[in-house]
Each structure stands twice: as C-alpha cells, then as structure tokens.
C-alpha cells in the first residue's frame, strides 16, 4: 500500500490562494495515477482534480477548473494542489488518494485505493 499525508491546509480569505501538499511512501510513486477530493460539512465526497503518474494528463471537477492547478514531483514523492482564486465554497478537507488499480472512472471515489489523513482549508468571505 501506499501511506500519503496532506499537508498545507489553513484560513484564508476569499481570493487568496494555498498550495496543498502530499507526500507519498510505501510504493513506487511514480506508477500511480493520483486524485485529490474534498468533503464539506454535511456533503458527499466530491472529485477535485487527478493527475497520471508520470504527469502528462490532468483532469478537474467543473467548479476548480481554472483556478486549481494538480502537479507532481515524482523525484519528491509527492503531488501537490495549487489552489487560486479561493471561494468560501471551496471550504472543506482536502484528501489526496492513491490510484492503484483501474476499475472505474478517476473521478470515483471507489477506484482509489489509499487516503490520507485530510487537510482543512476554510476560505473567509
């Protein structure tokens, strides 16, 4: 398994801008497709943005798009989430997942094999 842990989270206000950080350990980062989600208060699981494992194809939800940025350092282990032009809606816990296997679509919370822990931004208005 892959063990990753998110990082970077925090109170911002609308507009501003933070970058996420997950650093990977385990298994060979490089192999692996890589998701980041989020979960507000009282709401569902929702895809934010996906990334290939070797960082040539990027995807994102409607609602990031334009103003989120997913990239990886493989060298580093790790993938990161930039984050810009930040809305009070985008307040929640941020997860990065591992994709191991391909069973489903990258915008499934169910083809991800390994979470980490999660890491709160909340955007002020």
């Known amino acids: 398994q892959v063990q990753l842990v998110e990082s970077g989270g925090g109170l911002v206000q609308a507009g501003g801008s933070l970058r996420l950080s997950c650093a990977a350990s385990g298994r060979t980062f490089s192999g692996y497709d890589m998701g980041w989600f989020r979960q507000a208060p009282g709401k569902d699981r929702e895809f934010v943005a996906a990334i290939t494992g070797s960082g040539t194809s990027t995807a994102y939800a409607d609602s990031v798009k334009g103003r989120f940025t997913i990239s990886r350092d493989n060298a580093k282990n790790t993938v990161y989430l930039q984050m810009n032009r930040l809305k009070p809606g985008d307040t929640a816990v941020y997860y990065c997942?591992?994709?191991?296997?391909?069973?489903?679509?990258?915008?499934?919370?169910?083809?991800?094999?390994?979470w980490g822990q999660g890491t709160q931004v909340t955007v002020s208005s």
């Open positions: 997942a591992v994709r191991i296997s391909h069973y489903r679509d990258y915008n499934t919370e169910d083809e991800y094999d390994s």
